[in-house]
């Protein structure tokens, strides 16, 4: 990062571009939330203070991955805009889509893009272990949270590249691998006995639960953050009195939304300690001790003995031969290097070669320091771990800005530390532990031999017709290794298969991790273990999506279809996970988007059930239908007439986000989308929208209505606390002016030459056309839509803008 970067950080507030009003709900969306008290979010953000942010410019680091406003995001464009001419296949949705990898398109290094996220967020995790000395020292240098804290930036992007070999020998190399450190033993979540019964899908009673992915507290904490971001970004729009370029707000199609982009992250990088994957198991345990340790061979043996069988040793679902890694932390102002040396030679004559000797400074940088440097914070942190920050910053008056600030000695060897790791020990590591287990377990099962004994576990033989079912249920109890407390033991087979295929995963063995969930699919079934059946199948589906294609566009929709049917189901019927449910679905729908053609429609299918299911929150739901009319918008048809493509359908859903965005008084996201409609309707080749539709017409007409009442309402009340630009003394009957965009007439007749002017009007006053500004694409070049005001009004029904 930058030492500029809190300058650029400021200009960016200040600069914010106007919407279609400078106004902005400041109370309003509060209000909405306590309305709904049946939702969980509802209740946790109930009783939250609301101070102005303005303000506190301190807070502004906590918003910065969505500081830029609605509508004026720039970024790299998404794979669908320069893939989509590549496509091939009927132009009515039979079509075939992308064939090579997804990892080869412009998507995979788009940050913020849902594929790139994917790639980031099932990485290898790398535990921390370390001794009171360690965290005392990092603690002197303004790292509370200690080592973890310190080194959890500097793994979210390796320097340098990469190289991976892959399980035919294969070789590539990649400039975005990237690790995740995590505390040793957090986010442990326990696994769930067997039950002779399904159960009920989650609901929102407010009963006991296993875990939090189960009880939807993760779901409802993303639900929340998102939530923060987005009334950041709207008090700083409110906020920004002199914008530089007015802009038309509107959905971006060629770069993902912010807000969207930070739901996943947030979503993925609440990925928990389970059973039934092994993304979060450590591949690795960094074992460290300092410099000033008294006895630091002792204590590295009792840190490795808590590691091994100590009180705070992993659950026995979790592979216990992990990599562990030793580090002595010198201090370069208090000990002596020579010391330092000593001992760092006795310790890789006692522990191998896996070991580091890291050299930082003990005491803290200063921002003004020659050598300082700012850490940036970690994008994959929690979502209660920033929610806690974000309530920090409402409840204290004085809120210490969470940038820190490094050496830059010190983040040099650290990135150089870091990259030796895992270039030199992590990732030999894994690719030594999948060839042992390909060999020795994986082609076993591939064999004649492994199938042989696979139907045994299937069915009984010898046995009566009458006694079947009875044998059966025997049979699968005695020959099975799932245990009855839900898990399989980490020494066991399926375990050992299922860390074969998340290793492969994670080191971007496509084919090989394919391959290996299938087998796991049908495993898992005969011994009926369904949260390991429905990740199992969630797994295979993503690594069918993102390695090349081979098979049919039929075959592949169908394949690929019935394993996320099957993880659907065990996920949310068998199993009550809301997690898994999300996770699987939503990934899944991103995936087939970017595979284009059919995939697409399909997409959207998958959209439709989570909404059906209630799965999300309402800021959840609202970005999902965003994202349903970008999936619609990216599909190009043939020809001049554009057959195949789904602008109709795009524009549909994007007025059902607007509706969703006007219910939690989201009022410039709800622009956004109507003015996206209103360009879709635009681009249809007949030049109609829905003005030959009565009921159509009339609920964009209400929708507009309910809009500009809602920036009447809202600006009403900002001014009337006390807002700065207030006309007249501030007497009973003066009326507030706001800063509103408007296209002049002559724009609406040649929008390709449309000039973008401000002019001053009046809210509030009798007769007044209160709302007005809501900006409006022609529809078409021969028929101008007025919305700029409604003065004319006689009676109060309004003019409709019924889009056409």
């Known amino acids: 990062m930058q030492p500029l970067e809190d300058a650029r950080l400021s200009e960016s507030i200040q600069s914010l571009p106007m919407a279609a009003s400078a106004m902005r709900p400041p109370l309003k969306q509060r209000q909405s939330l306590a309305d709904d008290s049946s939702h969980p979010l509802a209740q946790s953000m109930a009783s939250l203070p609301f101070r102005d942010r303005r303000s506190n410019p301190s807070a502004a680091s906590l918003f910065q991955s969505t500081l830029t406003p609605p509508g004026s995001r720039s970024g790299s464009p998404a794979p669908i805009g320069t893939r989509s001419p590549a496509l091939s296949g009927s132009v009515f949705g039979g079509g075939g889509g992308f064939k090579q990898s997804l990892v080869d398109t412009a998507a995979a290094d788009n940050p913020g893009d849902p594929l790139n996220l994917i790639l980031k967020s099932f990485v290898p995790h790398i535990a921390i272990h370390s001794s009171q000395d360690v965290d005392r020292l990092v603690s002197d240098k303004g790292f509370k949270g200690g080592l973890w804290e310190l080194l959890r930036p500097f793994g979210e992007r390796i320097q340098g590249k990469v190289t991976i070999r892959d399980s035919t020998g294969g070789a590539r190399s990649w400039d975005d691998f990237s690790v995740r450190f995590t505390r040793f033993g957090e986010g442990l979540e326990d696994p769930e006995p067997v039950a002779g019964t399904l159960r009920s899908p989650p ?52 770069a993902t939304s912010p807000y969207y982009a930070l739901y996943l992250r947030r979503l993925l990088s609440g990925i928990p300690l389970a059973c039934q994957e092994t993304f979060a198991h450590p591949v690795a345990c960094i074992i460290a001790i300092s410099s000033r340790n008294p006895s630091p061979i002792e204590a590295l043996r009792i840190l490795y003995t808590e590691t091994s069988n100590g009180p705070r040793q992993l659950p026995p679902w979790v592979d216990q031969d992990y990599l562990r890694y030793y580090v002595l932390i010198h201090d370069e102002e208090r000990s002596d290097i020579t010391k330092s040396m000593a001992l760092f030679d006795q310790m890789k ?85 999948i060839s042992v287990w390909n060999d ?68 971007r063995d496509w084919k090989l991790a394919m391959s290996t969930y299938d087998l796991l699919r049908g495993d898992f079934q005969n011994d009926k273990a369904w949260k390991y059946h429905a990740a199992a199948n969630e797994m295979a589906a ?117 509706e969703a965005w006007i219910a939690r008084a989201k009022y410039i996201q709800a622009q956004r989308c109507l003015n996206e409609a209103r360009k879709m309707y635009s681009l249809l080749p007949n030049e109609c929208g829905v003005q030959n539709f009565a009921v159509a017409s009339d609920f964009l007409a209400h929708l507009n209505e309910q809009l500009k009442a809602g920036l ?88 409709k803008d019924g889009f056409g």
């Open 542 to 658: 993503l690594s069918l999506l993102i390695m090349p294609q081979s098979l049919s566009s039929k075959t592949r929709l169908e394949t690929i279809g019935q394993m996320l049917e099957q993880a659907f189901y065990s996920y949310h019927t068998r199993c009550s996970s809301l997690y898994g449910t999300v996770r699987c679905t939503v990934l899944a729908l991103e995936l087939l988007r970017l595979r284009g053609g059919s995939g697409i429609d399909e997409a959207v299918r998958w959209g439709i059930r989570v909404l059906e299911a209630r799965l999300l929150g309402p800021v959840g739901d609202a970005l999902l239908k965003e994202r349903m009319a970008i999936c619609y918008a990216s599909k190009t048809g043939a020809g001049s007439q554009a057959w195949g493509s789904r602008r109709r359908k795009s524009a549909l859903w994007s007025v059902l986000g607007a």
């Open 203 to 254: 609901s929102s009673s407010n009963g006991p639960a296993a875990s939090p992915s189960s009880s939807g507290a993760l779901i409802a904490q993303v639900e929340a953050v998102v939530d923060r971001h987005l009334t950041y970004a709207e008090d700083a729009c409110m906020g920004a009195s002199s914008p530089t370029t007015p802009t038309r707000p509107g959905l971006d199609t060629d």
């Open 349 to 433: 004559r006692h522990f191998g070669l896996h070991c580091h000797l890291l050299r930082i400074r003990s005491s803290q940088s200063a921002e003004t320091d020659d050598d300082s440097i700012p850490l940036p914070r970690s994008d994959w942190m929690t979502a209660s771990e920033e929610l806690a920050d974000i309530e920090k910053s409402d409840d204290v008056e004085e809120f210490e800005d969470p940038t820190r600030h490094i050496f830059e000695s010190d983040a040099t060897a650290i990135r150089t530390f870091i990259r030796e790791m895992v270039t030199s020990s992590v990732i030999p590591t894994m690719e030594r532990n």
């Open 712 to 799: 009447r309402m809202e600006g009403a009340d900002f001014y009337g606390r006390g807002g700065e630009e207030v006309s007249g003394e501030g007497g009973e009957g003066d009326e507030p002016e706001v800063l509103v965009d408007e296209e002049e007439s002559a724009a609406m007749v040649d929008h390709r030459k449309a000039k973008r002017t401000s002019m001053i009007i009046t809210v509030g006053g009798s007769g007044a056309g209160g709302g007005a500004g809501l900006e409006t694409a022609p529809l078409t070049p021969l028929m101008p839509v007025r919305l700029s005001s409604v003065e004319d009004e006689g009676d109060g029904a309004g003019a």
């Open 440 to 507: 020795q377990i994986a082609s076993r099962r591939r064999g004649i031999s492994g199938r042989l004994m696979s139907l045994s576990k299937r069915w009984t033989f010898g046995s009566s017709s009458r006694s079947s079912a009875s044998a059966s249920s025997s049979s699968s109890s005695s020959n099975n290794n799932y245990d009855a407390l839900g898990f399989y033991s980490a020494v066991h087979p399926e375990a050992i298969m299922r860390r074969l295929a998340d290793f492969a995963f994670m080191l």
